[in-house]
């Protein structure tokens, strides 16, 4: 997550020029800090299909407390994207899924961003052989301890084992990790734990896949 400056209104961030709706100066500012501070991360606009998640961070009192005044989801949301369009993508037809919510109050206040690439999830190819040919095998095969396991078994063993971790964000604002189900796995994650499954049955159960 990168945290960027409190984002400033959509009322400040444009203005009308000469008959046309413009960028203020606060918000060509507003994108050159958003700007820095992903090159900073060493981050490139991505160019496909990308989710965009925004946790909105009130400024905090004195007493710890968040400030009332703050701007609400929507506003934040428009100032972001456009914020953001050039800088985490290039451009914001991209977006096709976006999340935002309110955070937990830090000092100054500021705007918590991931933007992750979308991709295709797990083809009905890729899953039929999965439960087809790589988990029939292990389950007739593989023998643990004079014993034999099911489908079932296996594939909770190697999802434990190789399942992708993925960062969510709690409505707190807190992101934790947690292992991605494998039906959420993009085509690419999927090929990688096949291959991953496979080679570990191959070589400490002496599967033999034909």
């Known amino acids: 997550m990168i945290i960027l400056p409190y984002p400033i209104s959509a009322n400040r961030y444009w203005r009308v020029f000469g008959g046309r709706v413009v960028r203020s100066a606060e918000a060509v500012q507003y994108r050159k800090d958003a700007g820095f501070?992903?090159?900073?991360?060493?981050?490139?606009?991505?160019?496909?299909?990308?989710?965009?998640?925004?946790?909105?961070h009130p400024r905090e009192n004195k007493d710890g407390t968040?400030?009332?005044?703050?701007?609400?989801?929507?506003?934040?949301?428009?100032?972001?994207?456009?914020?953001?369009?050039?800088?985490?993508y290039l451009d914001d037809k991209q977006?096709?899924?976006?999340?935002?919510?309110?955070a937990e109050p830090i000092q100054r206040g500021g705007l918590g961003v991931i933007v992750t690439e979308e991709e295709r999830k797990r083809n009905a190819e890729q899953n039929r052989f999965y439960w087809g040919?790589?988990?029939?095998?292990?389950?007739?095969?593989?023998?643990?301890?004079?014993?034999?396991?099911?489908?079932?078994?296996?594939?909770?063993?190697?999802?434990?084992?190789?399942?992708?971790?993925?960062?969510?964000?709690?409505?707190?604002?807190?992101i934790v990790t947690r292992r991605k189900s494998t039906t959420q796995m993009t085509v690419g994650e999927f090929s990688e734990y096949l291959d991953r499954v496979q080679a570990d049955a191959s070589q400490e159960?002496?599967?033999?896949?034909?």
């Open 37 to 56: 501070l992903f090159a900073l991360s060493r981050r490139r606009p991505l160019a496909g299909p990308v989710s965009v998640h925004l946790a909105l």
């Open 66 to 88: 968040a400030s009332r005044s703050r701007l609400d989801l929507d506003n934040c949301i428009k100032v972001a994207l456009d914020a953001l369009n050039g800088v985490a």
């Open 95 to 102: 977006v096709v899924r976006l999340s935002a919510v309110i």
């Open 133 to 174: 040919p790589v988990l029939t095998t292990i389950a007739e095969q593989a023998w643990v301890n004079g014993r034999r396991f099911d489908k079932d078994v296996w594939h909770e063993h190697y999802a434990r084992l190789f399942g992708v971790m993925e960062e969510i964000v709690l409505p707190s604002g807190e």
């Open 205 to 210: 159960m002496g599967v033999c896949f034909e």
